[in-house]
Nanobody, 124 residues
Framework: QVPLVESGGGLVQAGGSLRLSCAASGLTFSRYSMGWFRQAPGKDRESVAAISWSDDSTYYADSVKGRFTISRDNAKNTVYLQMNSLNPEDTAVYYC?????????????????WGQGTQVTVSS
């Protein structure tokens, strides 16, 4: 298993911001597309954002477009998710995931490696 370790979650008021980080080790990070997913209680896991390994192209779920930004730093083997204008509907456990090569995808089953998740709670 390739360890992916998320950090940066926490409790924030509606309208606030958080930045999640996901540090990877044991892989050639620059060759991996990275994704962020989330799962709220009682709901299915959903894709939030993804970034390609090849050209840094990005994908965003409609629900987060204009509020969230995914980025990566290959020198630090880290992918980030900047989350602004948070609302209570963003409350979930957020997971990062890694996929070796391939095209940009938001499908969870395309990702082979997953982190343990970090809790984000947005209070109203």
């Amino acid at each position: 298993q390739v360890p992916l370790v998320e950090s940066g979650g926490g409790l924030v008021q509606a309208g606030g911001s958080l930045r999640l980080s996901c540090a990877a080790s044991g892989l050639t990070f620059s060759r991996y597309s990275m994704g962020w997913f989330r799962q709220a209680p009682g709901k299915d896991r959903e894709s939030v954002a993804a970034i390609s390994w090849s050209d840094d192209s990005t994908y965003y779920a409609d629900s987060v477009k204009g509020r969230f930004t995914i980025s990566r730093d290959n020198a630090k083997n880290t992918v980030y998710l900047q989350m602004n204008s948070l609302n209570p509907e963003d409350t979930a456990v957020y997971y990062c995931a890694a996929r070796a090569g391939g095209s940009l995808t938001a499908r969870g089953f395309d990702y082979a490696y997953w982190g343990q998740g970090t809790q984000v709670t947005v209070s109203s």
